[in-house]
């Protein structure tokens, strides 16, 4: 067991840097044995050919995980102009080659101007969208062939920092810079890059270094949690994620039985502190009927409760 690991009650988010060449199921399970607990899940899948970070919860903290894969996230990728493939990645199939050399920085800076801000994007084919209740690179490989539709990605930032043209001219690689909101394919980027600038395109490098507050800075690699299991604590990730209300006793006690308390003031979730300074709850303001045809009422609303109260007759219980 690697120092540092957590007993089976213990909850917490595990910030991993993962390498090329996993999964991030194989990250999850690699995690599930560290943390000695079956509980784990991951906010927002990386490719196998990807690298970078993977925000990884255990136990109660998975409960924290689909706020977490909703926030934007920041990514590194090298773009090769000049070849198409059939995942819009290195890992397929070539399936056209179009000489770059007509392609110039200018160009590529017009280019990627159409693919910044809110656009409708279609995601990549091989992809883990479902149609019809299977994934779309499930009927890919079974020689279905798949249209997915377009669907709506605002990409705050798609920036050039390399450029770099082959010796024969025929190809053109760009290290871009994305920050996109949630659901964004940069393959997809890559491949519409590609036929902006009439080359085709495909990805092949791609590092995610930021999802949400959370950075691949401070994310460690899996061969050294294997020595020093590093997480951070349940109320500590859910404080650095929301705005945080700090209960009374009472209230405290209200969240625990799943009942409304007094409204925050604050538009979305946050994270209810209890007296000792754990959270035990997130809650968000909704409004509901008055009562006898008074005005609606706004009150605080229990959306997830981490420390229910323990039913009566149970050990612990009232």
Do not use: W
Request: with cysteine.
């Amino acid at each position: 067991m690697p120092e540092g690991a957590p007993g089976t009650q213990a909850s917490g988010l595990v910030l991993v840097d993962k390498p090329a060449g996993l999964t991030s199921h194989d990250v999850v399970g690699k995690v599930r044995r560290l943390a000695g607990t079956r509980k784990v899940g991951h906010a927002g899948t990386l490719d196998p050919m990807a690298t970078g970070l993977l925000v990884v919860g255990f136990n109660k903290a998975t409960r924290l995980l689909t706020a977490i894969t909703g926030s934007d996230k920041t990514y590194e990728a090298t773009i090769r102009l000049g070849v198409s493939t059939v995942t819009d990645d290195a890992e397929g199939e070539v399936l056209q080659t179009r000489l770059a050399n007509a392609v110039t920085p200018d160009r590529v800076t017009a280019a990627i101007a159409g693919l910044t801000g809110d656009i409708q994007q279609v995601p990549s084919a091989v992809s883990a969208v479902k149609v019809d209740g299977q994934r779309a690179y499930q009927r890919v490989r079974a020689g279905e062939d798949v249209k997915l539709a377009a669907r709506p990605v605002t990409i705050r930032r798609f920036e050039v920092t390399g450029y770099r043209r082959a010796a024969d001219g025929t190809t053109v690689d760009v290290d871009v810079e994305v920050d996109c909101t949630s659901g964004t394919y940069i393959r997809a980027l890559a491949r519409d890059l590609g036929e902006a600038l009439e080359t085709g395109g495909h990805l092949t490098a791609l590092r995610r270094t930021a999802v949400g507050p959370f950075s691949v800075a401070d994310a460690v690699g899996l061969e050294d949690l294997a020595v020093r299991f590093t997480a951070t604590e349940l109320s500590a990730a859910a404080a650095g994620l929301f705005p945080v209300r700090r209960l009374s006793a009472h209230e405290a006690s209200e969240l625990s039985f799943g009942r409304r308390i007094p409204a925050t003031g604050a538009e979305g979730m946050v994270a209810a502190q209890d007296p000792d300074g754990a959270v035990i709850a997130l809650i968000s303001d909704q409004a509901r009927p008055g009562r006898s045809g008074a005005p609606e009422e706004v009150s605080a609303k229990p959306e997830v409760v981490f420390a229910p109260a323990a039913a009566p007759g149970t050990a612990g219980g009232a």
